[in-house]
């Protein structure tokens, strides 16, 4: 799988939009870009995934760069509720659609 | 969206005894399980996949005869861990793949099981 890379921390107004990058420079060609976040002592939680085009949901909108080397999950109103540890993620999906974690973004929404 | 359920959610257990977690998918078909350890202040280390109805594989290093996983059915995974020491001491988490739903990739996660050994 390939590796990404994420800043550490982030700080985000509660109401503003949190844009969280990620670069995945060694990405391949069949690899989907998984993006999860994980509240304390919490399992972490599904939020979007794409391969190629730009995915929005109720959840947040993924914006993938067109050579796929980088990507940034946007929540466009952040709220309290949604600081937690952001990852950011790599696989084929293939039929054991492994999920290597690496660091992640700790996202602080401030009040 | 799909539940995954872990039991018991937390537990403390004497050195050298055995304790096994389970993981219940609630309203899926889960082909493919997975466990996670997590210490604190870590990121989520996968420790075996689990196929219903075949033997598990394990990641370089976690020790298969220590963690014991059973996945014998299509909603219900369990992890032993044998003979627990103070190391093994951590945030144990899995999650399932809804094998039935076609392209749906996402996987679903347990709430966790906080296990200390004293």
């Known amino acids: 799988d390939a590796k990404t890379t994420q800043p550490p921390s982030m700080d985000c107004a509660e109401g503003r939009a949190a844009n969280l990058p990620c670069n995945h420079s060694?990405?391949?060609?069949?690899?989907?870009v998984y993006w999860y976040r994980q509240i304390h002592s919490q399992g972490p939680q599904y939020i979007i995934h794409?391969?190629?085009n730009n995915e929005t949901n109720e959840m947040a909108s993924l914006i993938i760069t067109e050579d796929r080397k980088s990507s940034t999950l946007i929540l466009p109103h952040a709220t309290l509720r949604d600081t937690a540890v952001y990852y950011c993620?790599?696989?084929?999906?293939?039929?054991?659609?492994?999920?290597?974690f690496g660091t992640g973004t700790l996202l602080a929404v401030q009040p | 969206g799909a539940v995954v359920s872990q039991h018991p959610s937390w537990v403390i257990c004497k050195s050298g005894t055995s304790v096994k977690i389970e993981c219940r998918s609630l309203?899926?078909?889960?082909?493919?399980m997975f466990w996670y350890r997590q210490f604190p202040k870590q990121s989520l280390m996968l420790m075996a996949t689990?196929?219903?109805?075949?033997?598990?594989?394990?990641e370089q290093g976690v020790e298969k005869d220590k963690f014991l996983i059973n996945h014998a059915s299509l909603t219900l995974s369990t992890l032993t861990v044998t003979s627990a020491h103070p190391e093994d001491s951590s945030f144990y988490i899995c999650?399932?793949?809804?094998?039935?739903?076609?392209?749906?990739?996402?996987?679903?996660f347990g709430p966790g099981t906080r296990l200390t050994v004293l």
């Open positions: 999650s399932a793949r809804d094998g039935i739903a076609g392209d749906r990739d996402e996987q679903f």
């Open positions: 060694t990405i391949s060609g069949n690899e989907y």
């Open positions: 794409g391969l190629k």
């Open positions: 993620i790599v696989t084929d999906g293939g039929a054991t659609n492994k999920l290597i």
């Open positions: 309203d899926f078909q889960a082909t493919t």
């Open positions: 689990s196929n219903e109805g075949s033997k598990a594989t394990y």
